[in-house]
Every structure is written in C-alpha cells, then in structure tokens.
C-alpha cells in the first residue's frame, strides 16, 4: 500500500471511530523495546503463575502449548504513536485457565505482574487483564512470534477489531514481550516504563502516555 492508499485507510479508520487521538496507521510493525532481544532453548523454557493463587504453577514449553487456545483479532496502539488494525493473535486467554481450575485465585488478586526477561515487569490491573482482548500470545498473522516481537510468549493488550471506541484500551506497552511470568498480587506494583515516567493506567482514547 503506497502513501496515499495509507491515508485514505487512516482516514477510513478515523470515520469509523477506530482511530485514538495522537494515533496514524501504519501498514509496518515497528519493533521497539529496551535492551536486547533473547534467545532460548526451549528445553529449558519455564513459565510461572504464582503469587495470590491457590497453587503455583511452574511450566515446561510443550505444558504450556497444551493449554486451551484461542484465536483474537485487535486493533494496537503504540504510545510512541502508530496504530496497526485487525492484526490477528493466537494464544492462551487466562479465562480459559481459571475456567479449567488451572488457575485458583484467591480474594485477594486484584492486579497482575508480568514478569519478562532481563527483570522486566509490566503491571495491569486483573478486571482489564480478563477482558477478551488480553492474550498470552504464540502467533501473530498465523505463524510463531518473531523473536524481536516476544518470541516464544509475549502479553498482548488492544481493542477488539471493528468495534470502535473502547474507553478502557491499553497501550501496546502494557503487554509485555518475552513473558516468563505472571505474578498475581494483592497491590499494584508499576513496572519499568512505569517508574520511568510513563502512566501507570495507560488509556489510549484519553492519552494517557506519560504521568
């Protein structure tokens, strides 16, 4: 698509409500992060839900592709701008978990701590983490996640495509790539682009990029 066939899709999306203020459609996936991009041996990949739960779980790569999985389309919005619409994820959705008592919680969880690789965490709160566009991601466009984009799991966070306006949408950022955890807690704990200066809610259609 050249130029002008992208602002005519940008201005297409803007008319249908899709488009967050500040925000441009862009036809690329830009990749951004802070440091550099691991490489596994999945033989020795682990992945942890612990905290406030019943049990804590620790799994194996092959467990953890033995999880129910669903298939989301969702609109993303970077806070560094750009938006990509009806991208299509594959993963495992944390309803799915606590429906097949894979996961208990107990009263006391209200938020989720995402823990990546390299002491990277990420917070949401567990109301928006349950919402059906919230994913544990493996596949992006029906092929495994490139390593620079999470690569094996990353946390995916956007609005459902094609529904317009969803005042609680997350920025991008609220998804963390190279997941290797998720820590239930009782308090909410901002993470790194947090303490660094970046909105600890991060709503996209009020511009919540910076505190």
Not at 106 to 118: G, W
Request: some cysteine; glycine content about 10%.
């Amino acid at each position: 698509m050249n130029l002008f066939g992208r602002k005519e899709r940008e201005n297409e999306i803007k008319q249908m409500g899709r488009l967050p203020p500040g925000q441009a459609l862009t036809n690329k996936f830009p990749v951004l992060h802070y440091g550099g991009v691991p490489h596994y041996d999945l033989a020795k990949w682990d992945f942890r839900l612990f905290g406030e739960v019943e049990e804590v779980r620790r799994l194996s790569w092959e467990e953890f592709n033995m999880l129910p999985k669903r298939a989301i389309t969702m609109d993303i919005h970077c806070v560094t701008r750009w938006s990509k619409f009806d991208t299509l994820w594959e993963g495992v959705w944390l309803p799915d978990l606590i429906e097949a008592g894979l996961v208990k919680l107990k009263p006391t969880a209200r938020y989720i701590i995402e823990h990546c690789e390299n002491g990277f965490t990420t917070n949401l709160d567990l109301e928006h983490f349950l919402k059906p566009t919230t994913l544990l991601a493996t596949k992006f466009n029906g092929i495994p996640l490139e390593p620079e984009h999470g690569f094996p799991v990353r946390v995916v966070v956007g609005a459902a495509a094609g529904q317009g306006r969803d005042p609680d949408t997350r920025y991008f950022w609220k998804g963390g790539k190279w997941l290797r955890g998720l820590e239930f807690s009782a308090l909410d704990r901002p993470g790194f682009w947090e303490q660094a200066g970046y909105h600890n809610i991060a709503r996209v259609w009020t511009e919540e990029r910076f505190e």
